[in-house]
């Protein structure tokens, strides 16, 4: 799955004070299954490198901002 989205670099905390920087989210390089009610999983690598997505959240990896737009 490809979602695009706008990332913010630079965040403090979970309030995204940041410099802006654009970038193309490519959320198919993680794995996804859909379980038999519908519901989404993937299970993201422990690496934190925290980013801000549009909504002001900072997420703790590029994974964790895709498994929340899903």
């Known amino acids: 799955r490809k979602i695009t989205s706008y990332l913010h670099l630079l965040c403090v905390g979970h309030h995204c004070d940041c410099l802006t920087l654009l970038f193309q989210v490519d959320c198919s390089k993680y794995r996804w299954i859909t ?16 980013v801000c997505g549009t909504d002001g959240i900072t997420y703790p990896s590029e994974c964790g901002l895709c498994a929340h737009n899903l």
């Open 35 to 50: 379980t038999e009610d519908g519901k989404v999983l993937t299970a993201c690598p422990l690496i934190l490198e925290e």
